[in-house]
């Protein structure tokens, strides 16, 4: 038996593995085959109103990108830090706080999202003037849209809409014009 010599006048090694039988990789998946397996904007939106329903503070962020920015009339959170601080906040105020969706409109991204948010006010309240109101401990039903859009399997903007006045009034609470100048 004679031993194998390589290109280059080395004795050759047996290989460990056999180039030959080596099946091809498989195709790289197609830009709509990942877009399927990536969470939908609906979906995440579904989860995200799970997650804060549960009080679930690390789901609500695990929804959203890093650079996600949040919208809402109480104000603009940009990145998870700013967006977790609004949701714990918000858990504080209203510590029993329920979104229940009512509408869902029909399209994947962005999800639009029609809801009711309930809940029972035990926490101080951050004014837009920039008062304190100490909690009431009143009942709120509001009714509200949001909209999101994903990037990514993640939300990358959620926009929140409700009537801060509806929310007000019902928790007793009285906006005093600004002073005259």
């Not at 460990?16 to 790289?28: E, G, K, R, T, Y």
């Not at 969470?39 to 939106?45: D, F, G, I, V, Y």
């Not at 679930?56 to 919208?71: E, G, S, T």
Request: net charge negative; glycine share 6%.
């Amino acid at each position: 038996m004679s031993a194998s010599i390589s290109p280059d006048g080395r004795p050759a090694t047996k290989r460990l593995l056999d180039l030959n039988q080596v099946s091809a990789a498989p195709p790289m998946p197609s830009a709509k085959e990942v877009a399927r397996t990536m969470p939908s904007a609906r979906e995440l939106k579904d989860r995200l109103f799970t997650a804060i329903n549960s009080h679930d503070l690390y789901d609500v962020l695990d929804c959203y990108a890093p650079n996600a920015v949040y919208v809402s009339p109480a104000g603009i959170a940009e990145g998870r830090e700013q967006i977790a601080w609004t949701y714990e906040d918000l858990c504080k105020v209203f510590p029993d706080i329920c979104y229940t969706a009512w509408y869902k409109a029909p399209c994947e991204d962005p999800a639009f999202t029609e809801y009711t948010m309930t809940g029972t006010h035990m926490g101080p309240l951050l004014l837009p003037d920039g008062r304190v109101a100490a909690p009431t401990g009143r009942r709120i039903t509001v009714r509200g849209s949001c909209a999101c859009a994903v990037e990514n399997g993640k939300i990358i903007t959620d926009r929140d809409y409700y009537d801060q006045l509806e929310l007000y009034s019902q928790l007793g609470i009285r906006l005093e014009p600004p002073p005259a100048p």
